[in-house]
């Protein structure tokens, strides 16, 4: 049981089903008893936690010797993009990148606090709540709930409360606190914090710009995914101090032989042409080894976008720059066609949010008969209320169009800008953007195991006018 965002989610079907698949009889299920929902606890899980806590708080556990390619866990993909993949890691590489990254990317030192605002059911969770600064001999923050709740100065009170020196969240969160009053982070004592990281989606100048000059401390963007377990472009810390650049997670981590290629080619990119970012083989300790339990769906699915070469595909479309930097430009699936220029859905996403009404928003492509596809675009506002006047809503509408045309040409135009609430999303905060689209062409948008509120996807078919 579990009360997300002042929700309760029942987990203890999910338990009772997981217990009935499970070949392994397990003895003992131990429940915490949170009080969310007194009435649904089944009484054959329920321990008293007290008493255990108590039990075993100084116990010492001693250490299990592993073989180093042993699995240490599977974790799944966040599901953007289709049926999550169970990604399999290693112990000995893993734990070997972890440690290397803690000190030549995110500058932790033993005795150092880091706070990681994620899920230890996601990669970061799992990589920088838990392995990564333990191993490294930090403290670790672990804090449940949402930025917001009881109020949005509550992870700034952490900062204060725990001296904490290393912050690492998504985007996503920092959006959700752009919308709350920036004056609560002044009342809390931030000296202790060095740098607040950010990964898991693009990091859009408007949002790096506005937490930046709040907190007056440096924030650091890196790029990965589940499949690599750490960044696989990230600024490095060390000898040769790089300078971070605004719009870029910085150039390819140590061990990464990471380039962009054409997408039907394979041939490496020039600098300034956009690719598919790419990895030669063999991937870098802590990167995943296979699908759980499907070889066939690790080869099929990364390695063979290029024929006849080993290359594993990120399925991330980028640029670098001459100074070896890379942007990434959203997923190859995000690319849209518009009367044959190509455009990434990010670039549009970030001219609209660049208009200060805007707190969030998601292009899509739809099928356009003259053009082929053209732009739609979804935007949360800030102010919701400042679309109730007659016309309000015809006038903004009008004023992003034009913030697209000056900054990306009037072939970039969305077609469609509708408002809603709330953007339909991965419980790890990721764009539906695939959901988005099928409903703005009238399809189904299949299986979304992963959704975070279902009720999102339903205001944007209302949205187009209950299509
Ligand atoms: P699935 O693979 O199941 O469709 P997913 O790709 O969202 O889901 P994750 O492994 O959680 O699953 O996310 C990795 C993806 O997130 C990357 O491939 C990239 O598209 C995006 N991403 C992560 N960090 C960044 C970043 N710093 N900038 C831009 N995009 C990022
Ligand atoms: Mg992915």
Excluded at 213 to 240: C, F
Excluded at 367 to 382: E, N, P, S, T, Y
Aim: contains cysteine; aromatic residues 8%; hydrophobic residues 40%.
């Amino acid at each position: 049981m579990r009360a997300r965002a002042g929700k309760v989610i029942d987990y203890t079907p999910l338990v009772d089903e997981a217990l009935s698949r499970a070949e392994f009889k397990v003895p003992q299920v131990l429940l915490i008893d949170r009080q969310l929902a007194p009435e649904r606890l089944q009484a054959s899980y329920l321990v008293a936690y007290e008493p255990l806590r108590e039990k075993f708080f100084d116990a010492h556990v001693p250490c299990e010797w592993l073989e180093s390619n042993e699995p240490s866990y599977t974790l799944y993909t966040s599901g953007t993009t289709g049926k999550p993949k169970g990604v399999q890691r290693d112990v000995g590489g893993y734990a070997v990148a972890l440690a290397a990254s803690m000190e030549h990317i995110f500058q932790g030192a033993p005795g150092d606090t880091m706070f990681t605002a994620s899920d230890i059911g996601w990669v970061v969770g799992h990589s920088y709540i838990i392995y990564a600064p333990l191993i490294a001999g930090l403290t670790t923050v672990m804090y449940e709930g949402t930025p917001i709740r009881p109020d949005g100065g509550i992870w700034w009170r952490l900062v204060e409360q725990y001296k904490i020196n290393l912050m690492f969240t998504a985007p996503t969160a920092i959006r959700v606190l752009r919308k709350q009053d920036a004056s609560l982070m002044e009342k809390y004592d931030l000296s202790s914090l060095r740098t607040l990281f950010l990964a898991g989606e693009p990091l859009d100048e408007p949002t790096a710009q506005w937490v930046q000059s709040a907190l007056k401390k440096p924030v650091i963007d890196n790029y990965w995914q589940t499949e690599t377990g750490w960044p696989m472009i990230a600024i490095p810390r060390g000898i040769e101090e790089l300078p971070s650049k605004l719009g870029s997670p910085g150039v390819p981590s140590m061990g990464f032989n990471l380039t962009l290629r054409n997408e039907v080619t394979g041939d490496v990119c020039a600098a300034g042409e956009k690719g598919v970012v790419a990895l030669d083989y063999p991937l870098p300790p802590g990167c995943m080894q296979t699908v759980w339990r499907d070889d066939q769906r690790f080869v099929d699915t990364y390695w063979q976008s290029v024929p006849d070469q080993l290359l594993y595909s990120t399925f991330d479309w980028g640029v670098q720059d001459e100074d070896g930097y890379v942007s990434i430009l959203g997923r190859t699936d995000d690319v849209i066609n518009v009367a044959g220029h190509r455009l990434g859905t990010r670039e549009i996403e970030e001219a609209l949010s660049s208009h200060p009404a805007v707190a969030e928003v998601a292009v899509v492509g739809i099928a356009d008969a003259v053009k082929g596809q053209a732009a739609a675009a979804f935007v949360v506002l800030r102010d919701p209320d400042r679309i109730n006047a007659p016309g309000a809503s015809e006038g903004l509408q009008a004023e992003l169009c034009h913030a697209v045309d000056s900054q990306l040409g009037a072939i970039a135009r969305p077609a469609r800008v509708c408002f809603v609430s709330m953007l339909p999303k991965t419980r790890s905060g990721k764009l539906l953007r695939r959901a988005i689209a099928a409903l703005a062409e009238g399809r189904d948008p299949g299986e979304l195991p992963t959704i975070e509120d279902p009720s999102a996807l339903m205001q944007v078919r209302e949205a187009l006018g209950g299509q």
